[in-house]
């Protein structure tokens, strides 16, 4: 399975930024789709995700600022991301798990706030 990132790039505190994933290949039903970042120095952390049933978790970092969306069915799942800061500068990646507990990633998409 290959998950394919786009959307990243600079942008300024305060603005907005989308990101995509499509997901392809060998596939098991999708049981959640989401984004994690990793920050220089930090482990990657969970920022949004949702799941096949329905349920969507955030971060609290970035509750209020972030919305996750996306079609399980079509293997996309999108960030929309508001009132960035310069501390959501990572390197965000998407996830996708199965519903035998695969887990696939993503190679990655920059995202730069400058302050």
């Known amino acids: 399975v290959q998950l394919v990132e786009s959307g990243g790039g600079l942008v300024q505190a305060g603005g907005s930024l989308r990101i995509s994933c499509a997901a392809s290949?060998?596939?098991?039903?999708?049981?959640?789709l989401g984004w994690y970042r990793q920050a220089p120095g930090n482990q990657r952390e969970l920022v949004a995700r949702?799941?096949?049933?329905?349920?969507?978790n955030y971060a609290d970092s970035v509750k209020g600022r972030f919305i996750v969306s996306g079609d399980i069915a079509k293997n996309t799942v999108y960030l929309q991301m508001n009132s960035l800061k310069p501390e959501d500068t990572a390197v965000y990646y998407c996830?996708?798990?199965?519903?035998?507990?695969?887990?696939?990633w993503g190679q990655g998409t920059q995202v730069t706030v400058s302050s």
């Open positions: 290949g060998s596939i098991g039903s999708i049981k959640a």
């Open positions: 949702f799941t096949s049933g329905g349920s969507t």
């Open positions: 996830n996708a798990v199965d519903i035998d507990m695969n887990s696939a």
